[in-house]
């Protein structure tokens, strides 16, 4: 199979779909790659690198699309990029369909075959493709909530973890998953006092278990998220409801019941945003201002760390590009269902459930195009 990866366009987005060793993979396995000149640039890889294991450098991302089977990205391609795509192609990366009603149409009206990191599916009904962005986002969703609090960049001016003889930060992380569970980790460890709030008991108790008194967890009911909201500093929205658009869980009339430049970090913003007041941002622009809080909802926020974020990223996608490209993509979600779940779009046709109900298309489960 001829397989290419394009320079990523998105607004400050540094990853790419291959490293010059998943590509090193990919031909040893008899595929031929192409790659887009300076594609790798913003993980420290060179078009050198990637000819020296073995990959076709290409001039223009417009023979890329035009030339191979399958495309491997990170993020969901942008309108420039859809118009590129056509019947019984492989789209292969993040695509976030249910809060993008613009992308879906797109890609229906494509043809192409796209099948989705983020629904991918693992042991334990697990997300193992979207596991690794949510290790980096929810740790990074700390660094970016610390600068935001700082006086100027609109917070409170607080110290996340406070000295000695002055309080810390009360930092809130809405949901106890992987962004969750890192965006905790991060914060215990500056000094902050956290707490989780997950409507899973389950998922309380390991986190309970976990953090062994340095972090509280709460059942998220409506009064004790309202309560949590109104005294924190800081508010990490963790929500993620698979496939479909993030529930919106603090709405703007709560932003009244908080301390003035306290922030909002929306990790959800991906899937729509778990805040009412969200609305997605840039790495060059990545706050906003609402009713005095202060709100950070960058939708690529692995992006900034670009080369830990590849590599990290090509570690649970490869073995499934690697099996799609040695089967042909039908054969490869034959025989592996959690592979299967990935595939958000096909040949016309909806086939993610949440994207269907939510865009209001038919919905045409995986089985019926298998």
């Known amino acids: 199979m001829r397989i290419g990866t394009v320079r990523e366009i998105k607004n400050h987005e540094y990853r790419v779909g291959l490293t010059p060793e998943s590509v090193r993979e990919l031909v040893a396995h008899g595929h031929e790659v192409w790659v887009e000149t300076g594609a790798g640039t913003g993980i420290g890889a060179s078009d050198a690198d990637y000819v020296a294991a073995g990959a076709v450098i290409q001039g223009a991302a417009a023979d890329i699309f035009a030339g191979c089977e399958m495309i491997v990205k990170v ?7 859809r118009a590129q795509l056509r019947r019984g192609q492989i789209l292969y990366t993040y695509l ?10 797109d890609l229906v009206k494509s043809g192409v075959t796209a099948i989705a990191y983020e629904t991918v599916t693992g042991p334990g009904n697990s997300l193992p493709l979207l596991k690794p962005m949510s290790q980096v986002a929810g740790r990074m969703s700390i660094q970016a909530g610390a600068t935001a609090l700082e006086k100027a960049h609109g917070g409170r001016g607080v110290l996340l973890g406070g000295v000695p003889g002055v309080l810390p930060a009360r930092v809130v992380v809405i949901g106890g998953g992987v962004v969750g569970f890192n965006a905790a980790q991060m914060a215990v460890g500056m000094g902050a006092e956290v707490t989780i709030l997950d409507r899973d008991p389950a998922a309380l108790e390991r986190l309970d278990s976990h953090f062994e008194g340095r972090a509280r967890t709460l059942y998220s009911g409506r009064a004790a998220l309202a309560a949590e909201i109104a005294s924190a500093d800081l508010v ?26 306290a922030v909002l970090v929306d990790v959800a913003i991906d899937q729509g945003g778990c805040f009412e007041t969200s609305r997605a941002t840039t790495h060059a622009d ?10 950070y909802c960058v939708a690529n926020m692995p992006g900034a760390v670009a080369r830990t974020s590849t590599y990290a990223l090509n570690n649970v996608t490869l073995p499934h590009a690697l099996r799609i490209a040695d089967l042909g993509w039908k054969a490869a979600l034959q025989a592996d269902p959690d592979l299967a779940a990935g595939l958000n779009v096909h040949d016309g046709r909806i086939t993610c459930e949440p994207v269907a109900r939510e865009l209001g298309y038919q919905y045409v489960p995986v089985k019926l195009v298998l």
């Open 75 to 81: 993020k969901e391609p942008q309108a420039v990029e």
């Open 96 to 105: 976030h369909l249910a809060p993008d009603p613009e992308q879906t149409a």
């Open 286 to 295: 990545p706050t906003y201002i609402v009713d005095g809080i202060v709100h």
């Open 236 to 261: 990490i929205g963790a929500v993620l409801v698979p496939g479909a658009a993030a529930p919106k869980l603090v709405t703007r009339a709560m932003l009244a019941t908080m301390k003035p430049g």
